[in-house]
Every structure is written in structure tokens, then in C-alpha cells.
């Protein structure tokens, strides 16, 4: 997996060389940094095996963090070297994820489910209706992206390679973490709750801190967002798009974090063409009928499907090579 | 100082049960036990199906709240400490129906009980291949028999070989008291021997209770013996006093002779 990993690493690299400028924007980086929102979605489903609706709300804290300390056109908020800001973005969006984790610490299934919308949509309505911070339901705009060590990220393909750059650390991040201490009593967690209490860890803190760690990644979507919307209002983490990636997860595969790149490309591609060929009024009927193709054909999203059928091949390989080895044994 | 000998120092108390009740609804499983575990103690504890003899672990763990009575784990009250500050205290279990990480390797689960006994379990990036703590993992292993299994995952492994990891995993650290339950339901006639010498080796200061059906492995591995029945501790004593009373064979053979 490592070596085909690296690969498509390679390839997103040079890829820019190859496509349009809309193709780089509007379906590549975009569809990278769907993939981080989702990432954190499937960190939490694969790792401790509960279903977050409160993923956009985490990236929305992030996002609005970062508008309210950059430069920008509402007039709302105070400017701070970006280095501070996304510090301060990743924070506000990691002690989020706290809270969010401390509130649905004993919930799983269709409880986590519910007590994490109703904190989304709670700050859903905080942000309409605050105008001090969030500027009511028209939010931020003329947001711009920093220069960064010298080169600014307005710049479409800069910004690209940071996008590039962030994922491949959120996808680092996510691996590290799971196989630390910490990452493994989340697992833990997910599998036998009493055990890992009947090991001398208290599971209520090993909750919060993944629910931490979702909220980090999230809140790195939710900067580069913002950054490359240049605005943030209400409508950034209102109930469309929560379900929008939990159709990304679903579509790319909830077994393997990494499904979420794959589903966030298939949602994009869908979003940007289907809309071209059909209208805007079909584009949820098109989702709807992908999702259900999905749910029914391949129940472990596209990675999922993709990963047992390779070990299918490999078993197939596997039998074959010992054959051959019996064979060669026996002449 | 005249009491300060070998012999004074094996009469520390590890575990003290007083008035231990549980009762789920108007059902009493645990019925108003009193029972003193002495440090080195090697206790099996005989009692029919539902007798209470699972659910007393679980109360000495704190896996279920009791319902009255105190637990004294060496010395200190417990009875309202949540589980993870017993195991710290010294307390160990297994538990009858494997309750494992299915999705972690063997290596990954030796080594989460590992960090947790040591309190290391809060740290957030991977710890070096050659740590200290993957040693005492691989330690681990080897006494439970799992050594050629580490990178497996625990949910592929055999029935046998979980109750392995459970032994393993209760080993952990430097357990004071460890609750074994039924560690050799479902083991091959084969597979029972290793059980017995490896009970038989555990360190000389442990304190042990071991629920066991199995009559040989009970006696062989315990200098003392007690009975539950109905949720109630109705006798203990040497094993072959015990083992040969009225009142086990009433238990087991339902009638007296
Ligand atoms: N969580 C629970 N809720 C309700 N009743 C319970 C619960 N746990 C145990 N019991 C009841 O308590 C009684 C004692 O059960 P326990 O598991 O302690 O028996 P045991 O002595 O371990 O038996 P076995 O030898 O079959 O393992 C049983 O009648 C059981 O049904
Ligand atoms: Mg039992």
C-alpha cells in the first residue's frame, strides 16, 4: 500500500503540468481539501467506530478563526502574522473537537449520531444569529491567503502543492497516531471499552483525545477552505454541507481513512459534471442514486471494495506461486 | 520489632471482601460475601453455573457498581474507584468469555496493556521500535505462548490462543492480585498442562483467585479453596477437605450420599 501511496503522490505532483487551470482549482484542490474534512470523519468511524455529523462544524471553527485574524473586506476582526492565526485556528478547532468529544464520550450509533447534528446545528444558528463575531448568516469575505516563506498562496498552483502538502500530513498524522499509545486504546475503545478500563486506562479521556485529533485535521480543511473560498458564512456549516461528507465517506469507504480522497474526487467530479450534462435540480438525484449503488453494490465505498479485491488477487497469486513451488518439488 | 519475619509478612491481607451484595433487579447474585485474600494466596473458588462466581469479579474489578458491602485492594478502599485505578493498584483479570481487540495485532494488544499498567498510554506518537515497553510486550508474550503470533490480529486467532493473550494480558506490570476466570474452559486435554505449570510459576508474592470447573487444575494450582453457591460463600478450607465435604459433592452431584 506504501509503494502505490507514494505513486499517487508522484503523480499528484506532476499532474498540474497536464491539466487546466480549472481542473487544478476547481476539481483537484478542492477535491483535496474535501478529502481532509472527511479524513477526520473516517479517522473517527474507522478508529473509534462512531459516526460524527459534527466534522463541518470543526472545520467551520477553524475557518471562521481564520477569517476573523486575516486581512478581509467585512471589516470584522483583528489581523495576525498567519503563523498565529492557523496556530490559532488548529487550537480553536482541536479544543472544538474536545468539547464535541466530551459531550458524546458514552454515545455510539444512532446517539453519537444525534447528539453530534444537534451540535452542529447549534452552532449553525449561533453563527446566523451572532453578529459580533460571526457576522450573522453573511459571514466573511475578501479573505486573502497569506504569502507564505515568500510565496503567496493566492497563487493557484502554490496553493495547490500546500494543499498537496497538507493532506500528505494529515494522512501522516493519522497514521502515526494510530499506532501510538493513544491511538491504539482508541482502537481499543472501539473493540472492548471495558477492557481497555480492565487494562488501567480510563476510557473517557481516550475519547476526548480522538475526538481532539479529528477536530485538528478538520480544522487544516477548514483553513484551506477558506482560503481558497476566500469567505466563510452560516452556510459553510449548515446541514448541507455535514451531509455532503458524510456522502464522501460513505462513497469512498469508512474501512480505510484514506477512502476519503477517493469518495471526495468521485463527489467533485459528480458535482462539477453531472450538474453540466443535467441541472443543478438532478445533481441530488444523480448523488442519491450513487450513494445507493454504493450502499447496496459495494458497502465498503470504493478504497473498500478496491482493497478486497486486491487481496483477492493476492491470495489468488499466493496459491498459485504454491502450486507451482509443489509442482517444481514433485518433477 | 518481633513481628517483622517471613511468616508475619505472609499474613498481609492483598484483598479484603466485606458484606460484598449485587443485585440486578430483586435477583441477589452476589449475596453478602465476606472473603480475605492473603498476599501469596492461591484461592480457587468452585461454585455451580450461576452461582455468582463472574459476577464477584466484576465487582472486585469494578466492572458493576456494588449494590452494598466494601472491597479493600491492599489495604485501600475501593469499592467507588472506577476500574482503571484498581487495575493501577496492582488488580488483574482475565475474563471468561475473551474480551479482546479484535482489530489490534498480538503485539499491539501486549503492548497497549504494557503502556497502560505504566501509564504511558497518553502519549501520541509511536513509540520506538527498541522501547523498553516493546520488550516487556514481547515478555509478555513468551510467557503466555504467543510469541510467533505477534503480528497477528487477534481476531484470527484460535480460541485457545485468546485465552492465551487474556493470560497475558493480566500479567502485565507487576500484578499484586489476579483474578483468573475459567482460564481452561474450552482448552484441548493437551493444552491444560501448560495451563497448570504456567499457574504454578507465577511469582511466589502474587495473590491469586482462579475460577475453575476443571477439579484437577483447582487443586493442583491452590493451597486454599472456597465455595459459592446461590451468590452465597458457604465454606472454605484445604482443598481435599473441601473438595470431599458434604456440601460440594450435594453441588456438583445434586444429591447427598
Ligand atoms: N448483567 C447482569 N444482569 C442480570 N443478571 C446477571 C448479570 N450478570 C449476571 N447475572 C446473573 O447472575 C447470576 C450469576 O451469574 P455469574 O455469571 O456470576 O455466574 P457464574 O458463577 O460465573 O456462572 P458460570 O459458571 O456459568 O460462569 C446468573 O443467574 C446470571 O444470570
Ligand atoms: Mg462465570
Given at each position: ?30 477535491s483535496?481539501i ?5 479524513l ?6 474507522t ?9 463541518i ?17 467585512t471589516?470584522?476582526?483583528i ?48 453563527t ?14 475578501g ?5 507564505a516563506?515568500?510565496v ?10 500546500a ?9 501522516y ?10 491511538g ?6 472501539k473493540?472492548a471499552?471495558?477492557?481497555?478500563r ?10 476526548i483525545?480522538?475526538y ?16 481558497q473560498?476566500e ?7 449548515g ?40 441541472s ?28 478486497s479485491?486486491?487481496?483477492?488477487i493476492?491470495k ?12 517444481d518439488?514433485?518433477? | 520489632?518481633p ?5 508475619a509478612?505472609?499474613q498481609r491481607?492483598a ?21 480475605t ?10 461454585g455451580?453455573n ?13 466492572d458493576?457498581?456494588?449494590?452494598e ?5 491492599e489495604g ?18 482475565t ?11 498480538v503485539r499491539?494488544?501486549?503492548l ?7 501509564n ?30 505477534m ?15 487474556e ?7 507487576d ?8 482460564p481452561?474452559?474450552?482448552?484441548s ?10 499457574l ?10 482462579l475460577?475453575e470447573h476443571?477439579m484437577?487444575?483447582a ?5 486454599i ?8 460463600h458457604?465454606?472454605?478450607g484445604?482443598?481435599e ?17
Amino acid at each position: 500500500m506504501s509503494r502505490t501511496l507514494l505513486l499517487i503522490v508522484v503523480i499528484l505532483i506532476i499532474l498540474p503540468a497536464f491539466i487546466s487551470d480549472f481542473w487544478l482549482n476547481q476539481i483537484l484542490t478542492r477535491s483535496i481539501i474535501l478529502g481532509i474534512a472527511a479524513l477526520s470523519l473516517t479517522f473517527l468511524t474507522t478508529y473509534l467506530g462512531v459516526v460524527s455529523f459534527a466534522q463541518i462544524t470543526l472545520a467551520g471553527v477553524a475557518g471562521y478563526t481564520i477569517a476573523y485574524f486575516s486581512p478581509n473586506t467585512t471589516g470584522l476582526g483583528i489581523e495576525l502574522p498567519w503563523l498565529f492565526a492557523v496556530a490559532l485556528a488548529l487550537l480553536f478547532s482541536t479544543l472544538a473537537g474536545a468539547f464535541v468529544g466530551a459531550i458524546a464520550k458514552k454515545s455510539v450509533g444512532i446517539y453519537s449520531i444525534m447528539i453530534t447534528l444537534a451540535i452542529s446545528m447549534a452552532f449553525f444558528y449561533f453563527t446566523r444569529q451572532n453578529y459580533s463575531i460571526f457576522n450573522g448568516w453573511t459571514g466573511f469575505s475578501g479573505i486573502t491567503a497569506p504569502v507564505a516563506f515568500g510565496v503567496s498562496l493566492e497563487d493557484s498552483l502554490v496553493f495547490y502543492y500546500a494543499t498537496l502538502l497538507s493532506a500528505t500530513a494529515a494522512g501522516y498524522l493519522v497514521v502515526k497516531f494510530t499506532s501510538s499509545p493513544l491511538g491504539l486504546a482508541v482502537q481499543g475503545v472501539k473493540d472492548a471499552a471495558r477492557r481497555v478500563r480492565a487494562i488501567g486506562i480510563p476510557t473517557t479521556p481516550v475519547i476526548i483525545a480522538a475526538y481532539a485529533f479529528s477536530g485538528f485535521i478538520a480544522g487544516m480543511s477548514g483553513v484551506l477552505n477558506v482560503w481558497q473560498q476566500e469567505r466563510i458564512s452560516s452556510f459553510s456549516v449548515g446541514l448541507g454541507p455535514t451531509i455532503d461528507l458524510l456522502i464522501i465517506a460513505v462513497i469512498g469507504g469508512m474501512r480505510h481513512p484514506l477512502g476519503a480522497f477517493i469518495g471526495a474526487i468521485t463527489y467533485v467530479l459528480i458535482d462539477t459534471f453531472v450538474i453540466d450534462l443535467f441541472s443543478r435540480d438532478r445533481f441530488n438525484m444523480i448523488i442519491g442514486l450513487v450513494l445507493l449503488f454504493i450502499v447496496m453494490a459495494a458497502p465498503q465505498g470504493i478504497l473498500g471494495s478496491f482493497l478486497s479485491a486486491q487481496k483477492r488477487i493476492r491470495k489468488y497469486d499466493n496459491n498459485a506461486i504454491k502450486r507451482k513451488i509443489k509442482n517444481d518439488c514433485e518433477i | 520489632m518481633p513481628l517483622t519475619d517471613g511468616s508475619a509478612s505472609n499474613q498481609r491481607v492483598a484483598l479484603n471482601l466485606k458484606g460484598v451484595t449485587r443485585r440486578f433487579g430483586s435477583f441477589v447474585a452476589v449475596d453478602n460475601l465476606n472473603m480475605t485474600i492473603k498476599t501469596g494466596e492461591r484461592r480457587a473458588i468452585l461454585g455451580s453455573n450461576g452461582a455468582g462466581k463472574t459476577t464477584l469479579f466484576n465487582l472486585i474489578t469494578g466492572d458493576f457498581p456494588l449494590s452494598e458491602g466494601s472491597i479493600e485492594i491492599e489495604g485501600v478502599e475501593s469499592s467507588t474507584l472506577p476500574t482503571h485505578k484498581r487495575i493501577q493498584a496492582g488488580l488483574r483479570r482475565t475474563y471468561q468469555h475473551a474480551l479482546l481487540f479484535d482489530s489490534l495485532s498480538v503485539r499491539d494488544t501486549l503492548l497497549l496493556a504494557v503502556v497502560g499498567i505504566h501509564n504511558k498510554w497518553p502519549l501520541f506518537y509511536p513509540l520506538k521500535k527498541n522501547s523498553k515497553y516493546h520488550e516487556k510486550a514481547e515478555a509478555l508474550a513468551k510467557v503466555a505462548g504467543l510469541s510467533s503470533k505477534m503480528d497477528v490480529l487477534v481476531g484470527a486467532l484460535s480460541h485457545g490462543q485468546k485465552r492465551q493473550l487474556e493470560i497475558g494480558i493480566a500479567l502485565s506490570g507487576d500484578p499484586k492480585i489476579v483474578l483468573f476466570d475459567e482460564p481452561a474452559a474450552g482448552l484441548s486435554p493437551a493444552e491444560r498442562p501448560v495451563l497448570t505449570e504456567l499457574l504454578l510459576s507465577l511469582p511466589k508474592k502474587l495473590s491469586v483467585i482462579l475460577i475453575e470447573h476443571d477439579m484437577d487444575i483447582a487443586l493442583e494450582t491452590s493451597n486454599i479453596v472456597s465455595v459459592m453457591h446461590n451468590g452465597k460463600h458457604l465454606l472454605e478450607g484445604e482443598p481435599e477437605e473441601v473438595v470431599h465435604s458434604d456440601i460440594v459433592r450435594e453441588i456438583y452431584v445434586g444429591k447427598r450420599q
